[in-house]
């Protein structure tokens, strides 16, 4: 009786290395779009057996709970819960009905990338969970009556000349706050105008702000699409100031703005449509802005606004790894 156990359970362990040395790499894909890299062992009428990615032993998975059976070298074994193949010792014996399995391996193929899938699985982060780096330019659209020109001059209720606006954003990646996914970043713009009545003003503004993604929400869209709104507070000072030759309406008490400077704090807020590009680390942004910033001297005590529309190109700050891996 001893010998027979001990035979069987050489048996056992011969049967068992036999099944390792031939497992095949596969894909299980469930119904409900989950999915299991692993190696497979054996397959037979009501299970398939893997070895799932980081463990040592197989695992049984029923037939009845799986979509399909993708083996590295093209073959199908298990399509919508039918078994056309089975396998074992790393041959593939085809069901008893070969009209299905022949019809199914013709009209059914998905090619597997292991190192794809790999990497899918352990570097999951898509582009907008990464720290960015955007050139942004745009173009004021609107303004407030305090930047349209007044009598006498002959542009008088049109929009002073206003510059377009450059700049660059920082900008950290996105953390799940509640229903939204909300990114911290910083900003650095230009902007100017030129008014008979204001003086010609060159400034630049510094701030930070707050991005909030809906796409949590708006879930609907395509992965790659996103609706964000963002608002933020800055500090605007000024690179290049001219009134001396403009008609400035100075207030009771002020008889020259040869010392005047300007500076001052502001917001801004507004709105983005981003597109990510899906193989390389690139995103575009349509945005459009609302800027509140102080006048020119010297009323910067209170504020003026302008609306603007732009594009962003935003490089995905992402280290790229295929390349060393190759190497």
Known sequence: MPNFVKNLI?????????????????????????????KVTKVDESSVYIIPVGLDTPEGVLVGNIDSL??????????????????????????????????????????????????????????WNYFNFSLLGGIPLFVANSL????PSPREGQMADMGPNIGINIQFPYYPVGPVDISPGLRFMTFSYKADHLGDLKALQ????????????????????????????????????DQMDYNIDLPIGVTSLKDETYSGPGIHFGSSLDYYLTNIPIAFKLFFNANVVPQTPPFTS???????????????????????ANR
Do not use: C
């Open 302 to 324: 209170t504020f003026t606004y302008f609306g603007n529309v732009g594009l962003s190109m935003v490089l995905i700050l992402k280290r790229n790894t295929k390349n060393n």
């Open 148 to 151: 349209k020109e007044v009598e």
């Open 10 to 38: 050489r048996v056992l362990i011969f049967s068992t290395s036999l099944s390792f040395l031939f497992a095949l790499h596969g894909k299980i894909v469930f119904y409900d779009g989950t999915y299991v890299l692993g």
């Open 70 to 127: 993708n083996m590295e070298n093209g073959m199908v074994p298990v399509l919508n819960s039918n078994v056309t193949y089975f396998y074992q010792g790393g041959t593939f014996t085809p069901n008893n009905d070969d009209w299905m399995a022949s019809n199914i391996q013709k009209n059914y193929h998905e090619h597997i990338n292991l190192e794809e899938e790999f990497q899918a699985l352990n570097d999951p982060k898509k582009h």
């Open 206 to 241: 510094i701030g930070t702000f707050t991005n909030i993604d809906l796409r949590p929400i708006l879930y609907f869209f395509p992965e790659n699409l996103h609706l964000t709104v963002d608002a933020g507070i800055n500090f605007n000072i000024a690179t290049d100031l």
